[in-house]
């Protein structure tokens, strides 16, 4: 990812004859149980835009998947995921069942559970998901006791 969007910023940079950052922060990401949390995530990023005073709904900005998943807009940049797909039979029943989705508001605590599970780079599902994760990759799911660890007396 690196990589990529080093070559990505300098394309950009000699196209457009400009020398600033194209991205804001560091690549960020975090594994998701997708029966779970998939759903969420897509409505957490297609609501940023909102959130952030940018636009009034998530259909008018334009770098948002929500007119492919929300309102059935053809488009070959997205590829549905399974847990998508089992929303409805149809393109229509799918989006109204994703539209439908947008009218909740995030369950209490949703939205830090999710920041923080970007931010600090941990998994994010329930606790069975998460010790398979750690037992298959080895890698920290979650978040560690702050501070340091206290010292062993002898």
Same mark, same amino acid.
């Given at each position: 990812?690196?990589?990529?969007?080093?070559?990505?910023?300098?394309?950009?940079?000699?196209?457009?004859?400009?020398?600033?950052?194209?991205?804001?922060?560091? *690549?960020?990401?975090?594994?998701?149980?997708?029966?779970?949390?998939?759903?969420?995530?897509?409505?957490?990023?297609?609501?940023?835009?909102?959130?952030?005073?940018?636009?009034?709904?998530?259909?008018?900005?334009?770098? @948002?998947?929500?007119?492919?998943?929300?309102?059935?807009?053809?488009?070959?940049?997205?590829?549905?995921?399974?847990?998508?797909?089992?929303?409805?039979?149809?393109?229509?029943?799918?989006?109204?069942?994703?539209?439908?989705?947008?009218?909740?508001? *995030?369950? @209490?605590?949703?939205?830090?559970?999710?920041?923080?599970?970007?931010?600090?780079?941990?998994?994010?599902?329930?606790?069975? *998901?998460?010790?398979?994760?750690?037992?298959?990759?080895?890698?920290?799911?979650? @978040?560690?006791?702050?501070?340091?660890?206290?010292?062993?007396?002898?």
């Amino acid at each position: 990812m690196q990589a990529l969007g080093r070559r990505s910023v300098r394309y950009f940079n000699r196209e457009y004859r400009r020398t600033e950052t194209l991205w804001e922060g560091r *690549f960020k990401s975090s594994l998701v149980q997708s029966e779970t949390y998939l759903l969420q995530c897509y409505r957490y990023i297609e609501l940023n835009p909102v959130r952030a005073a940018m636009v009034d709904d998530p259909a008018d900005y334009a770098w @948002s998947s929500y007119c492919h998943n929300g309102l059935a807009v053809e488009t070959d940049l997205c590829t549905p995921h399974d847990q998508y797909l089992k929303l409805g039979k149809t393109k229509p029943e799918r989006a109204a069942v994703n539209r439908d989705l947008f009218r909740c508001q *995030f369950e @209490s605590g949703q939205l830090k559970k999710i920041r923080t599970a970007i931010n600090r780079g941990l998994a994010l599902g329930n606790e069975r *998901f998460k010790d398979e994760v750690d037992a298959v990759y080895g890698r920290r799911v979650r @978040s560690g006791k702050i501070g340091r660890p206290k010292k062993s007396v002898i």
